[in-house]
């Protein structure tokens, strides 16, 4: 056998990536636009859906994150077959203040939103390094409108809270460019307050439509998953790597066999896939993660770990690369409402800070808005 599967995802229909970003708008050697930059990862990888999760907010690496993300995430949906999208929210500055933001209150946004056709919303707040800048808890009154609101109709909310322990301990340089190193507790809340805030908010709210992603960096403490499942029925988690996640499965695996088989419908296909696409490291990670829940062969895997895997039934693969997300957002996208997209644009286009790509985006609204 070659290096990669033949055909990606041999035993599952309509595979779908639900976590990919937008992290650029074009590419700095040929000056290749976003609007269709993800297809040919898409066409390569045998996808047919994919799922973009918006950043609008946050450090500026590798590029500004401001409503723009939204913007271009809104238009990739409408260029684009088969694509999904979750809108993130906004704050003019940090940290996040209710009084600066009269008339874009996170409810507020939240309807706006969702009038423009995102499937559902990502929620970054409550990793780290944003939770220091946002400074609002996630269980507080800030949030607390939206999430009853996102709770009530059943939105669909992608969730990164937490990450790896280790960012609490390491000096490890590529982190620390990143700023994704908490160590600091003067700026930095502990992991354990993110994992009580996120507990809080699902015991106000037990039948959010909640995705953790990166399966809440449970991976040596699955139990915590396990008892969170029981509890929360319309909660779920994505796997979408860190490829520390893997290891862990494969240091016990006849467990996360067991737990993958039982929690079949909580499960959820992501890749963390960007543009500008990295296309021979998607084709990797695909195929990996295909592997390494469809057989047991032994391969060399994530951080270059020879991982056996965890040779799931074909109707748990079924569902964790397609049919649960299928089953949560619908089977088709939302409509795009240009009206309300146009108006979104122009209530906030004082805050894209390139002004190139606000003049990129003009001639978009020219080209999809009509
Ligand atoms: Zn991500």
Redesign the pocket.
Known sequence: MGKYLDVPFPKVKNVFDG?I?MHRWRLEQTGEKFIHGLEEYRRACGLKYIAL?SLPSGNPIPAPRDVSNNIMCAFYKLANENTFAYGGFIYPSYPACESEMEGMSIEEQLDELIEIGFDGIKMLEGKPNLYAKVKKPLDGDFFEGALAKMEREGTYLLM?AVDPELFWTTTDEELVKKGWTYGDSTKYPSSEEIYEQVENLLEKHPKLNLCL?HFFFCSEKPEKLERMFEKYENLSIDI?PGGEMYISFAKRREYFKAFFEKYQDRIIFGT?MDFTPHLESGIWLCDRVYRFLATSEELSSFDDHMLAGLSLSGEALQKIFSDNLLGKLGTRPKETNKVALKRYIEKYKHLITDKELSRYIDTLSEEYLK
């Open positions: 976590h970003h999760a990164h992603a979408t963390d």
